[in-house]
């Protein structure tokens, strides 16, 4: 039986062989993406010749220590695949995703990405959204309005992510609010309504974003998830 570590390396070792010459691919973030990174330097190394958008400051910094080229999303019209993680997939390949807290950018890349693959090991497929607490990226001023606010429409308790006894601090220099809905029945509703409040930059959930899902197990097995 393969650890999850194992199962992760599996699947993003797989994702790694479809990136090709001449392309521009999303890479995610994470401890799934990490090993997608260590395989493509790897390529690279062999040869491969592509470019890649980061999706965090961290991935950026692996990737360039793994000599892949990296170019910025202003610079590129088009990405032809994102590959990454998430925290939660459901069976429409609905997600939350920002566990890392890398989500608003994630989101941008994914949204001018032509395709995106989802890699993950079995855990984190669930049929509804919602056990992972939802990840709202806020603007720090008037954070806990944004909190009043989810908690009398939501009757949800938001929680200031802390790192070393401070908030954590999201690339962008924003706040994170993990949002403990339980069962969310209608990503595509709740994640309009709550872009709508003051304050809020983005959420965790990616709706109809995802192409595919490249799901391990532990005996080995992958499985395709189309959507
Ligand atoms: O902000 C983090 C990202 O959304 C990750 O893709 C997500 O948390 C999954 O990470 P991992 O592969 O470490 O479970």
Not at 78 to 94: C, F, K, R, S, V
Not at 99 to 122: F, N, P
Not at 139 to 154: H, N, T
Request: proline share 5%.
């Amino acid at each position: 039986m393969l650890t999850q570590d194992e199962i992760k390396q599996l699947v993003a070792n797989q994702a790694a062989q479809l990136v090709q010459n001449n392309m521009t691919v999303g890479i995610g973030s994470g401890s799934t993406v990490y090993w997608l990174i260590m395989e493509l330097g790897k390529r690279v190394k062999k040869g491969l010749l592509f470019q890649a958008i980061p999706t965090s400051k961290k991935t950026a910094a692996l990737a360039a220590q793994q000599n892949i080229p990296l170019a910025e999303l202003n610079d590129v019209n088009a990405i032809d695949l994102t590959i990454d993680g998430a925290d939660e997939i459901d069976p429409n390949l609905q997600m939350i995703k920002g566990g890392g807290g890398a989500l608003l950018q994630e989101k941008m890349v994914a949204a001018a990405s032509r395709e995106l693959l989802i890699l993950a090991d079995h855990s984190k497929l669930v049929q509804h959204l919602g056990n992972f607490p939802l990840p709202l990226e806020v603007i720090p001023f008037g954070w806990k309005q944004v909190q009043r606010e989810i908690r009398e429409s939501y009757q949800v308790e938001a929680v200031l992510r802390m790192q070393d006894d401070q908030p954590f601090i999201s690339d962008h220099g924003h706040y994170i609010l993990d949002c403990p809905f339980q069962q969310i029945e209608h990503p595509d509703i709740l994640t309009y309504e709550l872009n709508g409040i003051p304050g809020v930059v983005d959420n965790g959930l990616f709706v109809n974003m995802a192409d595919l899902a490249l799901i391990g197990f532990p005996d080995g097995r992958t499985e395709t998830m189309h959507k």
